[in-house]
């Protein structure tokens, strides 16, 4: 048996940092990922091979029938090319001139085949970025560059002065991801802590106050605010955002008694994309394709807008359709 090889560090970054760490077909933030091979060759570590999958889909492509059905190689690159495109428009409105970055990157289609290969020269795009922000002054994007392609110290540097400056905005919510992210919850400045806190009290954002401490390794505190983040859902009838909040807090058994709720409001309604979301979350995955299957073979899929439609396509594993409405999408996106 061939011993697997580990992705050199300059191109795992670069693939994390063109992906933005994010999961490629789902785009669910947050979500534990993995960088994937896409010819399933573990030691083919060309830049093109590798996308950032979530746990959840990577398990779609070891899985063969059914809605679990393999997610096919060909299918994940088109995903991946539509991320990194997607992630380009990001940071052009984050950076000037950002398209200067882009003149290294190609998309062109292979022979004989309707999908994009992505060329890109070494690491010149990172440190072209880093150039940008320089210029710019965005210390923070500078600090996660320096950070993604392991150069620590500098990572560390630049984050201490965006510390400062946002000290001096009072901009406290930032202060203390950036000291998380960078210094570690132990070194976390009590005082701007209970800033950031009270900031979040203020502002009755008790969801993100449970994320804050949960993040910190208070699940205590975590769990007293996630409490009272549901209990506001409940009372206002937002049944989503209860389930939704009561499963990340680790209670899916009650959470699925409001995740119900939600879907059978949102059938009613009509509402095809909070549908799909509810039986997302409630892992319904049978149930969801065949929603999904009916809708696709009725007259309603014409009324249907497309990002919706190109949800609908990809459940019930319609390739073809796929491409041809991400396609259409491009064109419509260049237009505007």
Not at 83 to 94: A, S, V
Not at 154 to 169: D, H, M, Q, T, V
Not at 236 to 265: D, I, M, P, T
Not at 308 to 328: A, P, Q, T
Request: net charge positive; hydrophobic share 35%; aromatic share 10%.
């Amino acid at each position: 048996m061939q011993k697997h090889t580990q992705i050199p560090k300059d191109i795992a970054n670069l693939t994390l940092f063109l992906s933005d760490r994010t999961c490629c077909v789902c785009r669910v933030p947050g979500r534990a990922i993995q960088i994937h091979h896409l010819d399933g060759n573990n030691n083919n570590h060309e830049l093109d091979n590798l996308a950032v999958l979530c746990l959840h889909c990577h398990d779609e492509t070891q899985i063969k029938g059914g809605f679990g059905r393999k997610l096919n190689s060909e299918l994940i690159k088109l995903y991946r090319n539509e991320l990194y495109i997607d992630n380009k428009k990001r940071l052009k409105k984050i950076i000037p001139n950002f398209n200067n970055l882009f003149k290294k990157i190609t998309l062109r289609k292979k022979k004989k085949t309707s999908n994009f290969q992505l060329k890109m020269q070494d690491t010149e795009f990172i440190h072209k970025t880093i150039d940008l922000c320089y210029e710019k002054e965005d210390w923070a994007l500078l600090a996660y560059q320096y950070k993604w392609i392991n150069q620590k110290e500098l990572g560390y540097k630049y984050a201490k002065k965006y510390i400062e400056e946002s000290i001096n905005n009072e901009e406290w919510i930032k202060v203390v991801k950036m000291q998380f992210d960078f210094l570690g919850s132990e070194n976390i400045e009590p005082e701007f802590l209970e800033k950031a806190v009270n900031i979040y009290l203020k502002n009755k954002d008790f969801s993100q106050l449970a994320r804050l401490y949960r993040d910190l390794g208070n699940p205590e505190l975590g769990t007293i605010y996630y409490n009272r983040s549901i209990e506001i859902d409940i009372r206002k009838r937002n049944w989503f955002s209860a389930g939704f909040y009561l499963k990340e807090s680790g209670n899916f058994g009650r959470a699925k008694v409001f995740l119900k709720r939600a879907l059978k409001e949102f059938l009613k309604k009509g509402d095809v994309h909070w549908t799909i979301r509810c039986y997302e979350e409630l892992e319904m995955f049978e149930e969801l394709r065949n929603f999904a299957e009916d809708i696709v073979n009725s007259e309603k899929i014409k009324e249907i807008n497309p990002s919706v439609r190109l949800d609908l396509m990809r459940i019930v594993g319609n390739e073809e359709e796929v491409k041809k409405l991400l396609k259409n999408m491009r064109v419509s996106m260049k237009r505007k």
